[in-house]
């Protein structure tokens, strides 16, 4: 088992950066295939990075690539989301998550642990 707590979601004007984290408890944390997620009211909860099954590679959605950094630490058991030049449209619930065995890391329901979301606020 492994619990994922986000941080560092809040209110930042257009063009302006944040950087969310994502730390892990357990032992086998890098072991986990993990990615991040957002749901905006009203929608569907949306891949936004991730990494391959290896955790060589980092991939990234259309939205956000260029513009979005993906990194984990695994000496601190942490995964980061580091989000630069935002928009307003990036305002949404932000979630990490690790799965184990599942494949397709673009879709949700590949994995098997979350986080409780942090809101983040892009104001125009």
């Known amino acids: 088992q492994v619990q994922l707590v986000e941080s560092g979601g809040g209110l930042v004007q257009a063009g302006g950066s944040l950087r969310l984290s994502c730390a892990a408890s357990g032992r086998t944390f890098s072991s986990y295939r993990m990615g991040w997620f957002r749901q905006a009211p009203g929608k569907e909860r949306d891949f936004v990075a991730g990494?391959?099954?290896?955790?060589?590679?980092?991939y990234y959605g259309d939205p956000v690539k260029g513009r979005f950094t993906v990194s984990r630490d695994n000496s601190k058991n942490t995964v980061y989301l580091q989000m630069n030049s935002l928009k307003p449209e990036d305002t949404a619930v932000y979630y990490c998550?690790?799965?184990?065995?599942?494949?397709?890391?673009?879709?949700?329901?590949?994995?098997?642990?979350w986080g409780q979301g942090t809101q983040v606020t892009v104001s125009s």
């Open positions: 990494f391959s099954w290896s955790g060589a590679s980092t």
């Open positions: 998550a690790g799965r184990v065995f599942g494949r397709n890391m673009y879709a949700s329901r590949e994995y098997d642990y």
